[in-house]
C-alpha cells in the first residue's frame, strides 16, 4: 500500500458518491489533507464538510484548493461518473498526477486485510452493513467501507485500525469488485443491470463467477440458492443461504410480533433459535441469514451473534420510517430495480395488509429505465397508488425515446399519475395517502422532508 502511504493530499472528483465519501472519511481519519468536487450539495456532502473537507460544487480547476496543486504530493481519486471532458480531469491529466479509480483505491487498502466482501445487485449494503454491526459487536471489531449510512455507527465508514477484518460493500458496476481480493464473498443477487457496462446478461454473470475465483483458498462463499454461479474450483468452503429451507443455510418458525421478524437459523452443524429483527421487511429476514451465517462461518460464537442481531437497526433510505402511526405510515427507500421494489412492497403488504398503498417512484438511469421497462411496471403494479417522476439521469446523457413514460405505459393499474418533481407536492395534496412510500437512487432523498412536513401538517401531528 505504498502508493497510498506516501500521499500527503488525496483530491475526490465525485467525493459525494456513497462509495467516494466512505474513502474520503477515511483518508481524512488517517490525517491526510483531503478536498473535493461533486456536482450538487447534498445531506453527506454537508456532513463530510463539517468534518473539514474542503467541497467545492462548480467544476472549475481554479477552484481546487492550491495545496492540491501539486501533482508528486497529491493522489486523485475519481468515480467512474465523472464525464471524460470534465474540465477539473482534464487538468490534472495535463500536469500528470496520479488519478486512480475508487474501486483500486478501495482494493489497495483492503489487500493486506482479511476482507470479507459483499457483492449482488441488491441487497448488498444491508447484508455488509449487518455483518460489520456483529463483527462489530459479537466479534473481534472491524473496519468497513459501506454503501449506505448505517444507523447503528452514523457513517458510512467504520474504522477500528486494531483489527484485522474489513467489510467491504463490493460494487459490480464498472466491474468495480474484480479489483478486491476478499478472504469471504457474499453474493446476494444477480439480477439483469448496468447492461450499458456488460452489454449482456451472459458477460454479467462471468464477471460475478470471475470475482468469486478471487477468494482465497482458505476462505468462504456464500452464496444466495439458486444464483447462476459455479463455484466448483474454489478449493475453499462453499455454502448457499436462502429464506426458505433451499439453501444449507435457510430461516424456520419464521414469525412476524408487534411488526418485527422472528426466526430460526439453521445450518451445517448450526441453530440458532428465536433470533429477532428490528429492522422490517421480510426481505430483511433473508438478509439477516445472510450475515448471520458468514459470521458464524467466520467464527462468531453463535449466541452472541444471535444476541447482537436484535440491535440492528439498519440504513439510511433502506425501509426508513419518518412517519409511523396507526393513521398514516410514510416510509423512504433506496429501491431502484424492478426486484428491489418488488420485495419492498411486497413487505409492506405484509406489514399493512388492510391499507391502501401509495407509491411515489423515480427511476434511476435511462439505460436501466430502457432495458427494465417491463419488470419495473409489473413491480409497480403492487401499488394501490402510483405518482411516476421523470428519469433522474445521474452520470448519463437523455436516451432519445426514453422516459418515465416506458413504465407508465405498462402499468396495469388504472390509478397512476404521472408528475415533476416540482409538481408532487401539489399532487399529494389531492391524496389522503395510509401508507405512503417513496422509491428511487436518485435525488427523491430531497422531497422526503417536505413529504414529511406537509403530511404531519395535515394530519395535526
Known sequence: MKELDTTRQVYFLGIGGIGMSALARYFNAGGKQVAGYDRVVTALTRELEKEGIAIHYADSADL???????????????????????????????LGYTIIKRSEVLGLI???????????????????????????????????????IARNFNSNLV????????????????????????WAAVVTAMDPDHMDIYGNVGDMQAAYNQFISKVSTEGILLYKHGLPLKPSALPGRVHTYSLRDAGDFHAENVSL?????????????????????????????????????????SGLDPERVRTAMAGFTGIRRRFEYHINSEN???????????????????????????????????????????DLADSFAESLDLLDDLILLDIYPARELPVQGVSSELIYNKVKHARKTMCSKE?????????????????????????VEPIKDQLLKRVGT
Open 257 to 297: 410480533r408487534n411488526r418485527q421478524y422472528h426466526f430460526d437459523l439453521t445450518g451445517p452443524g448450526t441453530r440458532m433459535r428465536d433470533i429477532s429483527l428490528s429492522h422490517p421487511g421480510m426481505v430483511n429476514v433473508e438478509n439477516a441469514v445472510a450475515a448471520c451465517s458468514l459470521a458464524v462461518l
Open 110 to 148: 483492503t489487500r493486506n486485510k482479511k476482507t470479507i466482501a459483499v457483492a449482488g445487485t441488491h441487497g448488498k449494503t444491508t447484508v455488509s452493513s449487518m455483518i460489520a454491526y456483529l463483527m462489530f459487536r459479537a466479534g473481534p471489531g472491524c473496519s468497513a467501507f459501506l454503501g449506505g
Open 423 to 447: 409538481g408532487l407536492l401539489g399532487e399529494l395534496k389531492r391524496r389522503k395517502p395510509e401508507v405512503l412510500i417513496t422509491l428511487g437512487a436518485g435525488d427523491i432523498d430531497g422531497l
Open 328 to 370: 398514516l405510515v410514510f416510509i423512504d427507500d433506496y429501491a431502484h430495480h424492478p426486484r428491489e421494489i418488488e420485495a419492498t412492497l411486497l413487505s409492506l403488504r405484509e406489514l399493512y395488509p388492510d391499507k391502501k398503498l401509495t407509491g411515489i417512484f423515480q427511476p434511476h438511469l435511462y439505460t436501466r429505465t430502457r
Open 159 to 182: 474504522l477500528d485500525r486494531n483489527s484485522e477484518w474489513m467489510v467491504a460493500e463490493a460494487d459490480e458496476f464498472d466491474r468495480s469488485f474484480l479489483q478486491l481480493s476478499p
Open 64 to 94: 481546487i484548493p492550491q495545496a492540491f496543486k501539486d501533482p508528486g504530493r497529491t493522489l486523485v481519486v475519481m468515480t467512474p461518473a465523472i464525464p471524460a471532458d470534465h474540465s477539473e480531469l482534464a487538468y490534472f491529466r495535463s
